[in-house]
């Protein structure tokens, strides 16, 4: 068989996702195949570091929106992120996945504090590092906190699984002429606002040259398809 393509990767997993089809909490058959295409990364030898969004609970800026003061809003959504942070590391674990969630915002009594240091160590060692809190500050999306942790533990690339098959000119569930991309630069992802990550998320991938996979999440196999470097989505970059 031949060598992945990347060797480590930081996979960034929307909350909504885990939730199937019912919108909100967990799905754990979904969890359970997400889980088990991880579990087929670790056993090719790729570290995988993780981030996964809290939409399946609460999402700051949507939910809060004119009810709720912005930075206490924001930080629930940090608060969802934990726990769909811990929710994946039991199943993981329960598939035989060495794993650890490390936190943003300090919570010893749940997981470890994010130290740079400390996640390559544990990647480098064959376990799963899944991080939570986001960046740590209120006004930034789980994006730009996959696109950072990305950027300091030096993946090779972004895979962002999402609730589409890539990257299109146009919102394809609105735009039935929409056209799909195999490839597209960072430039013309923040040009034409296409709605890939926001706009924080995309400049830093840009401006430190890690390039990002968009594929689609309905089949996690995908996710061992993207490492092994087969055409699963769109790579912006």
Same mark, same amino acid.
């Given at each position: 068989m031949a060598a992945p393509k990347y060797k480590r990767v930081l996979l960034k997993i929307s909350g909504e996702a885990l939730s199937g089809d019912k919108g909100r909490g967990y799905d754990f058959d979904v969890v359970g195949r997400v889980c088990d295409a991880i579990k087929e990364c670790v056993d090719?030898?790729?570290?995988?570091?993780?981030?996964?969004?809290?939409?399946?609970?609460?999402?700051?800026?949507?939910?809060?929106?004119?009810?709720?003061?912005?930075?206490?809003?924001?930080?629930m959504g940090m608060l969802a992120t934990v726990m769909n942070a811990l929710a994946v590391s039991d199943v993981l674990e329960q598939k035989g996945v060495d794993a650890r969630v490390q936190?943003?915002?300090?919570?010893?009594?749940?997981?470890? %504090?994010?130290?740079?240091?400390? #996640? /390559?160590?544990?990647?480098?060692? +064959?376990? $799963?590092?899944?991080?939570?809190?986001?960046?740590?500050?209120?006004?930034?999306?789980?994006?730009?906190?996959?696109?950072?942790?990305a950027v300091e533990i030096d993946a090779d690339v972004i895979l962002l699984a999402k609730n589409v098959d890539g990257v299109y000119s146009a919102d394809p569930a609105k735009d039935p002429t929409a056209v799909k991309?195999?490839?597209?630069?960072?430039?013309?992802?923040?040009?034409?606002?296409?709605?890939?990550?926001?706009?924080?998320?995309?400049?830093?991938?840009?401006?430190?040259?890690?390039?990002v996979l968009v594929f689609a999440?309905?089949? %996690?196999?995908?996710?061992?398809? #993207? /490492?092994?470097?087969?055409?699963? +989505?769109? $790579?912006v970059g």
């Open positions: 090719l030898g790729v570290q995988v570091g993780v981030v996964v969004g809290g939409g399946n609970f609460w999402r700051g800026l949507k939910d809060g929106a004119e009810k709720m003061q912005r930075v206490r809003a924001d930080h936190t943003a915002i300090e919570m010893r009594g749940v997981a470890e %504090p994010y130290v740079r240091a400390e #996640a /390559v160590r544990h990647l480098e060692a +064959g376990r $799963v590092v899944i991080f939570g809190c986001g960046t740590g500050n209120p006004y930034f999306s789980t994006d730009t906190g996959a696109a950072l942790r991309y195999d490839a597209i630069s960072y430039e013309d992802v923040l040009a034409q606002r296409l709605q890939v990550m926001d706009s924080t998320a995309t400049s830093l991938a840009m401006d430190n040259h890690v390039p999440l309905k089949d %996690p196999k995908n996710i061992v398809r #993207a /490492v092994n470097g087969e055409n699963v +989505g769109t $790579v």
